[in-house]
């Protein structure tokens, strides 16, 4: 079976961001960069399908040239092999733009299944991966939380709204959005790395590909940090029912329980 996981790189978890003078992004000249999690987790559920079926994991990635660490992370974690479409103005494609660079991509593979993270940390749209479906004519599913292979198909579980799941039976080819925790992600061991740099990575560019950024759909007009305010609010009624609207508010409001 073979696996195409498409990841992408994106600016560090415990970096502290600050906001362009242009205020349309955030400032990433003195940024670090790590994969996005939830692709992560997609790539993870695929070494785990390939260890218990065999078959292929390939890594593909859109982004500049430093997207290549990403890239040399998934191979140094059991990714055969990546494909990286090379394109420094990635911020010019859009949603559909980006996905359309994928399909192109992705033609020429026939996979068995393609993974993708759910969403990515930076932008967050969590549609990437069921449009790039749409433009590959694929089923999908999303919210995958576990992937059981059988016999020419594979039956998904989905995670739903307040403790509920969905078991479905899929044909193959198809593609699922992965959730994050599905599984325990691995670290690269040194021999990984090792293997890594003699890995193959194929290099496309949105040209190479035909693909233009066109007009985007989706615009950023401005960026901003939230702003911090203090607020006192005082309970009434016994100290019972102070303790009820206290744990509310935590609850629905400050989502801290």
């Known amino acids: 079976m073979k696996i195409v996981v498409c990841i992408k790189q994106v600016p560090a978890r415990d970096f502290t961001l ?102 990515s940390d930076d932008l967050g749209y969590g549609q990437t991966g069921v449009v790039l479906a749409e433009l ?47 599984n325990r992600l691995r670290y690269a061991t040194l021999m990984g790395i090792k293997k890594a740099k003699t890995k193959e990575v194929k290099r496309l560019t949105a040209s190479g590909l035909k693909i233009t950024p066109g007009s985007a759909g989706i615009v950023i007009e401005r960026v901003y940090l939230p702003e911090r305010s203090k607020h006192t609010q005082l309970f009434e009624g016994s100290p019972k029912e102070a303790a009820a609207q206290l744990v509310e508010k935590l609850r629905f409001e400050a989502r801290v329980l």
């Open 18 to 119: 600050r906001v362009s003078s242009a205020g349309k992004w955030i400032e990433e000249n003195d940024l670090t960069y790590e994969i996005n999690e939830p692709d992560a987790y997609a790539l993870e559920e695929a070494l785990q399908l390939k260890e218990k079926h065999g078959g292929e994991v390939v890594a593909l990635c859109a982004g500049p040239a430093r997207a290549s660490q990403t890239v040399r992370e998934a191979l140094a974690k059991g990714a055969d092999r990546a494909i990286h479409i090379e394109e420094e103005n990635l911020g010019a494609f859009d949603l559909l733009g980006t996905a359309r660079l994928l399909a192109a991509a992705l033609q020429p593979e026939a996979a068995d299944l393609i993974l993708t993270g759910l969403q």
């Open 136 to 182: 590959l004519g694929l089923p999908h599913a999303t919210i995958i939380m576990q992937v059981e292979k059988q016999n020419g198909s594979i039956r998904v579980k989905r995670e739903l709204e307040e403790g509920w799941f969905q078991h479905v039976e899929m044909p193959l080819p198809a593609l699922l959005t992965i959730q994050s925790g599905i």
